[in-house]
T-cell receptor, first 108, second 114 residues
Framework: RKEVEQDPGPFNVPEGATVAFNCTYSNSASQSFFWYRQDCRKEPKLLMS???SGNEDGRFTAQLNRASQYISLLIRDSKLSDSATYLCVVSGYSTLTFGKGTMLLVSP | DAGVIQSPRHEVTEMGQEVTLRCKPI?????LFWYRQTMMRGLELLIY????????DSGMPEDRFSAKMPNASFSTLKIQPSEPRDSAVYFC????????????FGPGTRLLVL
């Protein structure tokens, strides 16, 4: 089983749509969780951390289910600028393990 | 503040040649990470340093790969000899103790080995 698994997509959605990405992880000892965003031919950048109680940052909502080892990201009112690859990230001992990412394409 | 700096941004070389990738972490960051990204395998950790000391190099694919960090502001990743399967984007990232787990990535080096 891969350490962090994501649906590669692409997810094609129109502007204004709501889209959700899911991720599962295998290491139950993982303590910290993140979503990174990677634009085409750019470096990954932190989008948001994921907390057990769930957290929101504007149009973005992240959820964590430790029992199921499952992480989600919800994007509301999608913008063209949201088009990118979203990487699910799980911490280990001083390191991060990245999923392969889910590609989102938002069209006019 | 300057972010993580990597050079060169692009490298095209022929099989068998030596390739050296360079990284300057964010000032004050004591952790430095080297990653490789390919379509097939995604983003893989190759090696990381803490206070200039290599901590875990288990991700280094084979002896052709080596990394050094002679001081807090500079690290190199060397491939010798290079092979076509080494073609990938190589990222350097850094973070500081006490700054959480967030890593800050450089722009990457796109390597093509012909």
């Amino acid at each position: 089983r891969k350490e962090v698994e994501q649906d590669p997509g692409p997810f094609n959605v129109p502007e204004g749509a709501t889209v959700a990405f899911n991720c599962t992880y295998s290491n139950s000892a993982s303590q910290s969780f993140f979503w990174y965003r990677q634009d085409c031919r750019k470096e990954p950048k932190l989008l948001m951390s994921v907390y057990s109680s769930g957290n929101e940052d504007g149009r973005f909502t992240a959820q964590l289910n430790r029992a199921s080892q499952y992480i989600s990201l919800l994007i509301r009112d999608s913008k063209l600028s949201d088009s990118a690859t979203y990487l699910c990230v799980v911490s280990g001992y001083s390191t991060l393990t990245f999923g392969k990412g889910t590609m989102l394409l938002v069209s006019p | 503040d300057a972010g993580v700096i990597q050079s060169p941004r692009h490298e095209v070389t022929e099989m068998g040649q030596e390739v050296t990738l360079r990284c300057k972490p964010i000032s004050g960051h004591d952790y430095l990470f080297w990653y490789r990204q390919t379509m097939m395998r995604g983003l893989e950790l190759l090696i990381y340093f803490n206070n200039n000391v290599p901590i875990d190099d288990s991700g280094m694919p084979e002896d052709r790969f080596s990394a050094k960090m002679p001081n807090a502001s500079f690290s190199t990743l060397k491939i010798q000899p290079s092979e076509p399967r080494d073609s990938a984007v190589y990222f350097c990232a850094s973070r500081r103790t006490g700054g959480g787990e967030t890593q800050y990535f450089g722009p990457g080096t796109r390597l093509l080995v012909l």
